[in-house]
């Protein structure tokens, strides 16, 4: 089946303890994203990849890593976790790059993560 | 900045009566649209894009380029309709900018 993995689904942890929040897609899409969701702010992007080895901040990049070593997976990265990036995490793939989707091209999104910052 | 703003964040209609989600953007280009609808407990969603014109379970969007909108209609809101709203933007780059969201709630 076609999909956008994400691990894990729920996460507490602590202030300051890196954490790697996983995701992976089987469709050989080009370009991954990561998304955070909170309330009233919907959702901001937090870096994007357009290929392997090729990654761009987002709106809100503060606080975050990404790598692309592979086509598959996009992990993303809080080397120092504080509790305002306590949020609702996804990460979305599409087989080109947004500037480049035709019209039967989306963004498929993984289930998300759940991230508490104590 | 390219920006999507969604004003309502909560909009509660009964089962039957017309719906309507704003969306406004800031760009003076020509940009590209999108609604996604995420459901309880489901994954975020294409709903539709402005460049199909087309008609997804019920709903439409126009772009009006005039008053920089892209708002989503619907003439008869069916409870299953429940669910989080986010309008979408992009501008030929490669980031697709949301907006904050609007929460349809349809009573029965």
């Known amino acids: 089946e076609a999909q956008v993995t994400q691990n894990p689904r729920y996460l507490i942890t602590v202030t300051g303890k890196k954490l790697t929040v996983t995701c992976s897609q089987n469709?050989?899409?080009?370009?991954m994203s990561w998304y955070r969701q909170d309330p009233g702010l919907g959702l901001r992007q937090i870096y994007y990849?357009?290929?392997?080895?090729?990654?761009d901040k987002g709106d809100v990049p503060e606080g975050y890593k990404v790598s692309r070593k592979e086509k598959r997976n996009f992990p993303l990265i809080l080397e120092s976790p504080s509790p305002n990036q306590t949020s609702l995490y996804f990460c979305?793939?599409?087989?080109?790059?947004?500037?480049?989707?035709?019209?039967?091209?989306?963004?498929?999104f993984g289930s998300g993560t759940q991230l508490s910052v104590l | 900045a390219q920006r999507v703003t969604q004003p309502e964040k909560l909009l509660s209609v009964f089962k039957g009566a017309p719906v309507e989600l704003k969306c406004n953007y800031s760009?003076?280009?020509?940009?590209?649209l999108f609604w996604y609808v995420q459901y309880s407990r489901q994954r975020l969603q294409l709903l539709l894009r402005?460049?199909s014109r087309e008609s997804i379970k019920g709903f439409t969007a126009d772009l009006n380029k005039g008053e920089t909108s892209f708002h989503l209609k619907k003439p008869f809101a069916q409870e299953e309709d429940s669910a989080m709203y986010y309008c979408?933007?992009?501008?030929?780059?490669?980031?697709?900018?949301f907006g904050g969201g609007t929460r349809l709630m349809v009573k029965p």
């Open positions: 979305a793939s599409s087989l080109s790059t947004v500037s480049l989707m035709n019209r039967n091209e989306k963004l498929f």
């Open positions: 469709m050989n899409h080009e370009y």
């Open positions: 990849s357009m290929n392997v080895e090729v990654t």
């Open positions: 760009y003076s280009g020509s940009p590209e």
């Open positions: 402005h460049i």
């Open positions: 979408a933007f992009n501008n030929a780059g490669n980031m697709l900018t």
